[in-house]
T-cell receptor, first 111, second 115 residues
Framework: LAKTTQPISMDSYEGQEVNITCSHN???????ITWYQQFPSQGPRFIIQ???TKVTNEVASLFIPADRKSSTLSLPRVSLSDTAVYYC????????????FGKGTHLIIQP | EPEVTQTPSHQVTQMGQEVILRCVPI?????FYWYRQILGQKVEFLVS????????KSEIFDDQFSVERPDGSNFTLKIRSTKLEDSAMYFC?????????????FGPGTRLLVL
């Protein structure tokens, strides 16, 4: 299972773009990169998933360089409600495999 | 948008009592999971369930724990004799397909407090 490293915490302000980078040097060929968001006392919520290059949805963008050893979650124009813990997960996701969560990045958005 | 639901949202029990946590996964999903999160700690995988049997379980999922899919919609986690250290948020998750790109969707959780 590829180990991931991401900052423990980040601060930003409303309206700014926030980029959270995750390192996963040992990513395997069949691994996907998935980001979840978690608010206090709630379940993790799927944000975005990618394999290579760039993926964009209505919530975020995910940038993955060619070597796939890192990835960057980009949140455009954040608001106070984006304050949460963000988890980067790497794995094949196949079958019934359980997800392995790290400590995540605690993002704090200030007015 | 379909979502995973869990009941109850909160449960308080006495040490040594049995508790059953209930989940209704997304209706066309095939894989089901339980996770727990002790306050201030990481989300931890407990067990996965597919085709009416346990597929994978962590070392946390000892003989005190069991899972069941009693009908076509519910998925339950039973803790036979609760301990103080079982106090945590318990999350159910489900996944649709066997493909690698499929991801797990989590319920809102049940907060279990063992006194």
């Amino acid at each position: 299972l590829a180990k991931t490293t991401q900052p423990i915490s980040m601060d930003s302000y409303e309206g700014q773009e926030v980029n959270i980078t995750c390192s996963h040097n040992n990513i395997a060929t069949n691994d996907y990169i998935t980001w979840y968001q978690q608010f206090p006392s709630q379940g993790p919520r799927f944000i975005i998933q990618g394999y290579k290059t760039k993926v964009t949805n209505e919530v975020a963008s995910l940038f993955i360089p060619a070597d796939r050893k890192s990835s960057t979650l980009s949140l455009p124009r954040v608001s106070l409600s984006d304050t949460a813990v963000y988890y980067c997960l790497v794995g094949s996701g196949g079958g019934a495999d359980g997800l392995t969560f790290g400590k995540g990045t605690h993002l704090i958005i200030q007015p | 948008e379909p979502e995973v639901t869990q009941t109850p949202s909160h449960q308080v029990t006495q040490m040594g009592q049995e508790v059953i946590l209930r989940c209704v996964p997304i209706s066309n999903h095939l894989y089901f999971y339980w996770y727990r999160q002790i306050l201030g700690q990481k989300v931890e995988f407990l067990v996965s369930f597919y085709n009416n049997e346990i597929s994978e379980k962590s070392e946390i999922f000892d003989d005190q724990f069991s899972v069941e899919r009693p009908d076509g919609s519910n998925f339950t986690l039973k803790i036979r004799s609760t301990k103080l250290e079982d106090s945590a948020m318990y999350f159910c998750a489900s996944k649709g397909l066997a493909g690698q790109e499929e991801t797990q969707y989590f319920g809102p959780g049940t907060r279990l407090l063992v006194l």
